[in-house]
Structures are given as C-alpha cells and as structure tokens.
T-cell receptor, first 113, second 113 residues
Framework: NAGVTQTPKFQVLKTGQSMTLQCAQD?????MSWYRQDPGMGLRLIHY???????DQGEVPNGYNVSRSTTEDFPLRLLSAAPSQTSVYFC????????????FGNGTRLTVT | GQQLNQSPQSMFIQEGEDVSMNCTSS?????WLWYKQDPGEGPVLLIA?????ELTSNGRLTAQFGITRKDSFLNISASIPSDVGIYFC?????????????FGTGTLLAVQP
C-alpha cells in the first residue's frame, strides 16, 4: 500500500528554471493539498483541491500552479524558480470531513540557486 | 489570518522524563490536531480533538482541547528515544475545507538516552 508518493525526493534548480513536483495517492482520496516547510515557520498551505477539476489557493500560492485532472494525481508546478522557493514540499491527501486525517508524503527537498 | 503559536520551540530532555507543549491562537478553532514529524518524513497524525474541554489519550500521549477553544496541550509521559521529532499542532482554517489546515511553528523534541 503506497499511500502518498512524491517525486523527486531531492532537486536542485537554477533561478528561472521550471519544474513539476509530482504527487500521487492510491487511497481514492478526494482531497489533496501542497504544503511547504521552512525552518521556524511550520507548514504553510500552497494550493489545495477538494476533487478532480477543482483547485484553490492556500496561504502562499504565488509562484506555483496546480491542476487536478485525476483523483490520483496533484502536480505542483514552479514556472520560474526563485531562491525564495528553496524549501521542503509536502503533498497530502485525505477523505472529506473533519474526522479524516491528512496523509502526507515524505517530501521533496528543493534548492534553488 | 489565523495563526498558531507553539511553545516551547525546542526541548532537550532525558529519557523517562515527561514532556508538555502547548499551542495557542488568537482565534477560535473547532478542531485541534497534533502531528509528529520524524526526521526525513512527512507528518503523521497523533491525536485529534473535536470538542472544547475534550481530553484524549493515545498510549503515552495525552492532548486536551482548551475550554476557550483558543488553545491545546500535548503531554508525553515517560519519554523514550523514538519520541524524537517535531510536534505540530494544526487546525482547519475558519470556513475552509477540512484539508485546509493551519499549522503551528512546531516543537522540536530531543531525547537523550
């Protein structure tokens, strides 16, 4: 049972490059979300989705795009990477409802030089 | 927006000691969640609280939902080396979907054998 799978685990980009962080879940969860984790700041929500075809912005959406064409996948795109986007990125999924916990992937560590 | 403040920021304790940490907010939360993040992994849900005044245990962990709905506490009894990690409180953003969580800044716990 894979759960939430994130790829790649590590990535180094130069300023201005673009890339896509992949996230896939095999639990048939409707809800998916992306967080970034920075030292001393906890996890901050970037974008989230409550179902295929539906996405919305979180607390820190600037510089990131998402789409949700299938229930299983929720890729995060950086169109023009900046050093401020150096962070650890976590994807999470859950069923709807307050009693459904988030299941997190193991993260992607991104460095932008 | 809503913010969660955790204290202490870090704790360095001896194996066998009890641990207490708390989370406060300037606004009301209807759900309080406590997550633990092991090194190199994503956060995992430890305890969920849904009612003001609720006290819930999970093994050596006990968490309480504050009466004012603006705070929560997590206690760990008789700590062991595998308790090492970062502990986060979290709650759903007001009026948002249940996967739209706000996270605290985290408490780093180190346990010396």
């Amino acid at each position: 049972n894979a759960g939430v799978t994130q790829t790649p685990k590590f990535q180094v980009l130069k300023t201005g490059q673009s890339m896509t962080l992949q996230c896939a879940q095999d639990m048939n969860h409707e809800y998916m979300s992306w967080y970034r984790q920075d030292p001393g700041m906890g996890l901050r929500l970037i974008h989230y989705s409550v179902g295929a075809g539906i996405t919305d912005q979180g607390e820190v959406p600037n510089g990131y795009n998402v789409s949700r064409s299938t229930t299983e996948d929720f890729p995060l795109r950086l169109l023009s990477a900046a050093p401020s986007q150096t962070s650890v990125y976590f994807c999470a999924s859950s069923l709807p409802g307050p009693n459904s916990p988030l299941h997190f992937g193991n993260g992607t560590r991104l460095t932008v030089t | 927006g809503q913010q969660l403040n955790q204290s202490p920021q870090s704790m360095f304790i001896q194996e066998g000691e009890d641990v207490s940490m708390n989370c406060t907010s300037s606004s009301i939360f209807n759900t309080w969640l406590w997550y633990k993040q092991d090194p190199g992994e994503g956060p995992v849900l430890l305890i969920a609280l849904y009612k003001a005044g609720e006290l819930t245990s999970n093994g050596r962990l006990t968490a309480q939902f504050g009466i004012t709905r603006k705070d929560s506490f997590l206690n760990i009894s008789a700590s062991i080396p595998s308790d090492v990690g970062i502990y986060f409180c979290a709650g759903p953003d007001y009026g948002g979907a249940t996967n739209k969580l706000i996270f605290g800044t985290g408490t780093l716990l180190a346990v010396q054998p």
